[in-house]
């Protein structure tokens, strides 16, 4: 029954039906089969959803669009681009330590590749940058929005999982920083090979008047994540904190926002929320299904079996599947289809959650940026006016610098557990 289960799931993806409700319909049809009683939907998808961290997504998704739109992100952009610019190929460089501020703040792999993409770009065209290379970068850089913290990915992984949010957006810090030390250093060897130039130089007084300028947003991941490393506020509480202080500095400092503007993105972030929500609650409904017939024991038991209890291959195996999976799927249904398929797996090696945790969400961060459905070059392209095929080309050597950055936090856990172990010891991770 399982693998009725499963094959109905792809049957509906196959046929285009919205993956919510793909996974919902091959549930309930899997249940009518099986003849148990239907009371049990509406009540399991409740329980999907009743979780006090899931606060923090609407919360999150909601502060990031209003720093994107209230005019921030221009600013960090701005500050980042005085102070490394005069390197050679320096705006390259700008491009991703932008996008690595930018994701301490909204949270998202779009929404990242979208503000730094419309701050940056036209300024890259200008001076001389080839385009295709300038869009791929930008929207791989994109990818660190849902691995450095907050993450909504790790939010979701959190609650299925049953893990500390606070644990895993620790966990996620130095990977996104390694994440953008390797673009950056391949953006410095194709600024060089390709001679792009360096910047005019700002003096020393415009770089401090662009300091201030920015002082407000560069303040918000502090903000944020010095609450939360802190202990003074949850996730959950840090998130409405973020939307209050974004609206606050949009409004009061920047005067870049209105009430028009703002009620378009409570809308959106809504919409998209609703949708998330959505999500999680038919795959509670779909994970009681697998659970029920013991879908992740068997694949546990399977990759075990081929693997001959290998750690090193059982995680390789993970690792394809969840870069394949990012390839098609959106995020955050990866993720919550996913991790309850392989946390028995990862249980039975002996792994850390918040290791896999980690893993996971960059593995299907790097799908943002791989074709086929790439939501990272779809940003990018909207923005440069490129075809997705113009910016998947030169994209491919930043995925592969990317998936090296993964295997090397899978291989070497210490990477993604050494700030959690610093903060809460060893026996709390």
């Known amino acids: 029954m399982g693998w009725i289960l499963a094959g109905s799931f792809f049957f509906f993806l196959l046929l285009g039906v919205p993956i919510g409700l793909s ?11 099986s003849d148990i009683p239907l009371e049990m939907v509406p009540q399991t998808m409740f329980a999907g959803n009743n979780s006090f961290a899931l606060v923090a997504v609407p919360f999150f998704i909601l502060a990031g669009d ?42 998202s792999g779009a929404a990242t590749t979208a503000a730094v993409g419309t701050a940056l770009l036209p300024d890259l065209e200008e001076m001389g940058y080839d385009v295709d290379f300038s869009a791929a970068l930008i929207a791989a850089s994109g990818t660190i929005g849902v691995v450095i913290p907050p993450s909504v990915p790790m939010v979701l992984y959190a609650v299925i999982a049953g893990e500390s949010v606070a644990k895993l957006f620790m966990g996620g810090v130095i990977p996104g920083i390694l994440m953008g030390l390797g673009l950056i250093s391949l953006a410095i060897y194709v600024a060089r090979k390709r001679g792009y130039p360096a910047s005019e130089k700002v003096s020393g007084k415009e770089k401090w008047n662009r300091f201030v300028n920015s002082l407000w947003g560069l303040m918000t991941p502090v903000i944020i994540l010095g609450g939360i490393f802190s202990g003074v506020f949850t996730p ?63 694949v546990a038991s399977a990759f075990l079996g081929v693997a001959g209890g290998n750690r090193f291959f059982v995680y390789l195996m993970i690792i394809i599947i969840v870069l394949l999976a990012g390839m098609f799927m959106e995020t955050a249904s990866a993720l919550i289809i996913l991790t309850p398929i392989f946390l028995p797996t990862i249980s039975q090696l002996g792994g850390n959650l918040i290791h896999f945790g980690v893993i996971i969400a960059i593995g299907l961060a790097i ?55 610093l903060f809460w010891g060893a026996a709390g991770v």
């Open 23 to 33: 996974i919902g319909v091959s549930a309930v049809t899997v249940l009518i089969i």
């Open 66 to 107: 209003i720093l994107a739109k209230g005019g921030i992100s221009e600013r960090i952009v701005a500050f980042a681009e005085a102070t490394l610019g005069r390197i050679r190929g320096g705006l390259s460089i700008v491009s991703t330590v932008a996008s690595m501020f930018i994701a301490a703040i909204s949270g």
């Open 236 to 298: 959950s509480e840090a998130a409405a904190i973020a939307v209050d202080y974004s609206l606050l500095v949009a409004f009061f400092v920047y005067k870049t926002m209105d009430l028009k503007k703002l009620y378009k993105l409570v809308i959106n972030a809504g919409v998209t929320s609703a949708l998330i929500m959505f999500i999680i609650a038919t795959a509670k409904l779909f994970g009681w299904g697998l659970a029920f017939y013991e879908v992740p024991e068997a």
């Open 367 to 421: 799908g943002m940026a791989t074709p086929p459905v790439a939501i990272d070059i779809y940003v990018a392209s909207a923005i440069t006016g490129l075809s997705m095929e113009e910016i998947s080309k030169p994209i491919i050597p930043m995925v592969l610098v990317l998936i090296a950055v993964l295997l090397l936090v899978t291989y070497f856990p210490s990477i993604a557990l050494f700030l959690p172990k």
